[in-house]
């Protein structure tokens, strides 16, 4: 079983920058493949960024690729999502999931799901 726990969400002008953390509890935190997906109001759940397990490998959306980033820190059971040049339309809340599988994790079928963080981008 993990928990996740998202931070570091709120109100930022367009432009701004914002760093998201998921800090996972658990053991096998370095096994699992990460992902960060995010949900406007009305709109379907989204996939924003994935990195597996090591760290080597990253994928983003077209949307926010060249202006986000996501990484990992095993040592401290945390992923985080570094953003840049926030944009009105990056607004939504942001989840966090973790599984063994990166496939099913960019899929947005990961075993486990944080309960997500706002960020508002104010034009």
């Known amino acids: 079983q993990v928990q996740l726990v998202e931070s570091g969400g709120g109100l930022v002008q367009t432009g701004g920058s914002l760093r998201l953390s998921c800090a996972a509890s658990?053991?096998?935190?370095?096994?699992?493949?990460m992902g960060w997906f995010r949900q406007a109001p009305g709109k379907e759940r989204e996939f924003v960024a994935s990195?597996?397990?090591?760290?080597?490998?990253?994928r983003y959306a077209d949307s926010v690729k060249g202006r986000f980033a996501i990484s990992r820190d095993n040592a401290k059971n945390t992923v985080y999502l570094q953003m840049n040049s926030l944009k009105p339309e990056d607004t939504a809340v942001y989840y966090c999931?973790?599984?063994?599988?990166?496939?099913?994790?960019?899929?947005?079928?990961?075993?486990?799901w944080g309960q997500g963080t706002q960020v508002t981008v104010s034009s």
């Open positions: 658990g053991r096998t935190f370095s096994s699992y493949a």
């Open positions: 990195i597996d397990w090591s760290g080597d490998n990253t």
């Open positions: 999931a973790a599984g063994f599988r990166l496939s099913h994790v960019v899929a947005g079928s990961a075993a486990y």
